[in-house]
């Protein structure tokens, strides 16, 4: 199991989401928390990003890093899919 962390960013991006996304992004912690390597929504990040990995919900985009030594995933942000790789 991982602790899903939030940066400040994140976090109050989630507090402040509707009730139909932040359910999407409950269940999307859930999963990180579980196995943040696998699954249909998650792909390796490169260029700017290298180094992250991103998780689809819907047109969201939550990117995050993964610390094992610490078994922490370090949700960096979460955004529209037109402006998370600006």
Same mark, same amino acid.
């Given at each position: 199991?991982?602790?899903?962390?939030?940066?400040?960013?994140?976090?109050?991006?989630?507090?402040?989401?509707?009730?139909?996304?932040?359910?999407?992004?409950? +269940?999307?912690?859930?999963?990180? $928390?579980?196995?943040?390597? !696998?699954? @249909?929504?998650?792909?390796?990040?490169?260029?700017?990003?290298?180094?992250?990995?991103?998780?689809?919900?819907?047109?969201? +985009?939550?990117?995050?890093?993964? $610390?094992?030594?610490?078994? !922490?995933? @370090?949700?960096?942000?979460?955004?529209?899919?037109?402006?998370?790789?600006?």
């Amino acid at each position: 199991m991982f602790d899903v962390d939030l940066s400040p960013s994140a976090s109050e991006f989630y507090a402040a989401a509707d009730r139909p996304l932040a359910l999407k992004l409950a +269940r999307c912690f859930r999963h990180l $928390e579980e196995n943040p390597r !696998r699954g @249909n929504n998650i792909k390796r990040l490169q260029g700017e990003w290298k180094g992250y990995l991103r998780y689809r919900v819907g047109d969201w +985009r939550v990117i995050y890093r993964i $610390e094992d030594v610490a078994s !922490r995933v @370090n949700v960096v942000v979460i955004a529209h899919r037109r402006e998370v790789y600006e």
